[in-house]
């Protein structure tokens, strides 16, 4: 597969193994990577690896995409290292407002951002960061992304995780952050063309996006570890994740 076409009728049913040769393909690769024995990255470099061997064009649209971003420094000015992480109010996919002064009442948070349950690095990093959520105790882990309830909970359950998955509404939190960034009309077309469905997922036109982040957050609300990478296809790494979590435990 050379090329991918751009006539496709975007609807979430479409973005299922059988509508679209890709997500197809990305399906199987997903599969594929969440049962390796092997650090992130390299699980991650999978579903790369299977995007520039179905489609050199939209593999290179990434690139010219993220090259643009980097540029731009996006996510440079989010929180950092040092500063009081940003209160939030948000809907986890029951419904359930979770707030952080809630969470860090019980321990230190790992706040975790990312695209949505319909990108496959995503769905990864979700199942990484279940597969060490007890390990990390009592250190809780939150996932942030803009998409709602049915699809928070679809991503939760495939993941396995136990932790809160939160819909931040028209990424307002992550625009506050600074962490939020606009999808260009060309890779927009690029990934409604592979038959996923964004604005229908989010509840909003505005093709709007968090750069995926993780903020280890202290019980105090300080922020003692942040991993921001515009690069999507990369996520902070589970060893680096446990090195930073052991910072912020409270003593035995």
Known sequence: MSSIRHDVTVSPESASPEGNPLVAALEVAFQRSRAMDAPLGVRLKVIADEV???????????????????????????????????????????????????????????????????????????????????????????????????????LKTEAGADFPFLTDFGNAYALSLNLAIWVDDGMSDMIAGAGWDVPTYQGDEAWILPVPAVFIVDQSGVIRTRHVDPDYRRRMEIEDLLAAVKAVKPPA
């Open 52 to 154: 520039r061997a179905l489609s050199i064009e939209f593999a290179d649209a990434v690139d010219v995409f993220v090259s643009r971003l980097e540029r731009a420094g996006a996510g440079d000015s989010a929180p950092r290292v040092g500063e009081t992480m940003p209160p939030f109010v948000l809907p986890d996919e029951t419904g359930r407002l979770v707030t952080l002064s809630g969470l860090l009442a019980t321990g230190p948070v790992a706040i975790a951002f990312h695209r949505g349950h319909w990108c496959p690095y995503c769905r990864l990093n979700a199942v990484a960061l279940a597969e060490v959520q007890d390990q990390i105790k009592p250190v809780q882990i939150v996932a942030i992304s803009a998409e709602r309830r049915p699809y928070t909970q679809a």
